[in-house]
């Protein structure tokens, strides 16, 4: 009997969950994808938890501030982080990377939420109308296009690095602070081309910019016309992402509880609109799945490096 009430007393917190407020610790700015995507994610399980999340912005050393801050917080659930693409797969492969906290050992995975859709753009005034043309021209003239990126280790940068290499190619990186300014000098000629998220470059589609080609194997509703970089290049798909990770020890009960929120509202159809206009598509993945696409995407991610001899100074 005494071994039977210490398990109900137990198991008390984990079925009480949540009892106080819930937070998602975002590592970027206001208003940009990231950010989006955390306050779409507090709507969704909003009515699970009888609560919406507050959504908390750390910002800085590319969201290791944010994931710090929650791998020292309570491992009780009720703080949770955006864990991306690049927290996850990338800084940790790149030789001289700062990171105050090992991601692998210092947080667990929780769910993969969206994926985010990558494409290859250039000027609209650029010669180039299709992927099979920038290959041909860089192949003609080794060293002489560019290629812009959101920053040394982005993904962008190790995106385009990846392109180079299964192409055979010679391209020049043209780190920015940020992709937004990247797409900026790509609209104005500046730079030859940038493969980063739809999202970035979605409103300016026809405009400033010329979609070639998506870069994930996917594609996007949004531009049903659009081909595949694959199609030049034989194998190519670059997967971007944003999911949740909680802090290493949080318990199994808390991580369930999470997961069947995140579930239940990510499966909501008006949700699943707004992430699409955002170029954004709905990729919900339990604890396991997500960590084996951490596991696949560190594995090509750690490769595209090496070759690339790329490091941060």
């Given at each position: ?24 610790l ?44 929650a791998?020292?917080?309570?491992a ?13 797969t ?6 001289g ?114 979609l ?15 081909g ?86």
């Open positions: 009997m005494a071994v039977f009430a210490a398990a109900i007393l137990a198991a008390a917190p984990a079925a009480a969950f949540p009892d106080r407020p819930v937070r998602i975002g590592g970027f700015a206001a208003g940009g994808t990231s950010d989006i995507v955390n306050r779409l994610t507090a709507e969704a399980v909003a009515a699970s938890f009888g609560q919406r999340p507050v959504v908390e912005i750390r910002t800085g050393a590319n969201g290791f501030i944010a994931a710090a801050e791998a020292r917080s309570p009780d659930g009720h703080t949770v982080v955006q864990c991306s693409t690049g927290l996850l990338i800084t940790p492969e790149l030789p990377a700062q990171m105050p906290i090992d991601p692998a050992r210092d947080l667990v995975p929780i769910a993969n939420l969206v994926h985010s859709t990558q494409v290859i753009v250039v000027s609209a005034r650029s010669p180039y109308r299709s992927v099979a043309e920038v290959v041909a021209a860089a192949r003609a003239r080794p060293g002489t296009l560019t290629y812009a990126s959101a920053g040394i280790g982005a993904v962008s940068h190790l995106s385009g690095a990846r392109f180079a290499q299964m192409g055979g190619l010679e391209l020049v990186h043209v780190p920015y602070r940020g992709a937004a300014p990247g797409v900026l000098d790509v609209a104005a000629g500046r730079a030859d081309l940038i493969i980063t998220n739809l999202g970035d470059v979605a409103g300016q589609v026809g405009e400033g910019l010329r070639l080609a998506f870069a994930d194997g996917i594609g996007s509703p949004r531009f049903p016309d659009a595949q970089v694959s199609e030049a290049l034989p194998g190519y798909a670059i997967s971007g992402w944003f999911g949740l990770c909680g802090p290493r020890g949080m318990p199994e009960a808390a991580v369930a509880r999470w997961v069947e929120a995140l579930r239940t509202g990510f499966a909501d159809e008006a949700l699943q609109r707004r992430l699409l206009e955002n170029g954004l598509t709905p990729r919900f993945e339990d604890p396991a799945r997500f960590a084996r696409t951490i596991a696949d995407d560190r594995a090509m991610w750690g490769e595209t490096i090496r070759a690339a001899r790329i490091r941060v100074e």
